[in-house]
């Protein structure tokens, strides 16, 4: 509450509104698109860190993955009401499409020439340089940014590296850390949850 009480924008901010573990290749991607064809100091990434992964080890014995999907799907969430806040994006990003661009990490995955290009627009550099689009994918690459040195060998604390911070990167990888009842848990809910909205996660 209290960075909602003193935060004052400028009106060429970028604010990345992100679950634990589902915005760390869009601020890549924005950043990016920001250095390309000119030098732009901007650093979307900075102060956004996912403790959730990177403590996973600490998280398993403390909560097994089992109680924290019964958790999430009966509403308790370290960040707030989820699917509320998802929810309040999407209807903004609809009503205020030049302001807000809602992406979801299975577009980037499917089309990501397409996604970044979007970015691009919305950050207010179009782009139909396809060089430049290649640019920014590669330095966005999960390869790339997981074979970082600083992120293959450095650490936030002592027992949080910098490379919990990165997984497989595949759309689906949750299908072989959860059971089938935890799959049908969390696809009740979020139909629920969603129903009516016109979003599908």
Known sequence: MVFKATFKSEPNDVLLASSIKTGEVEMAVGEEVLRVGEEVMFNMAQGHMCIHHASKHLEDLIFPL????????NGVHPYGPFFEHVLEYWEESKKRPQ????????DLKIDPKKEVAKIALFLGKPSGNEED???????CSLERLKNLEVNKSGSIASYIHNSAFFRKGVVGDWKNHMTPEMEEQLDKITKLKLQGSGLEL
Request: glycine content about 0%.
């Open 133 to 139: 689009l290649e640019i920014v994918l590669k330095k």
């Open 66 to 73: 089992k109680e924290r999907v019964e958790y999430f799907c």
């Open 99 to 106: 302001k807000i661009l809602f992406l979801k990490y299975e």
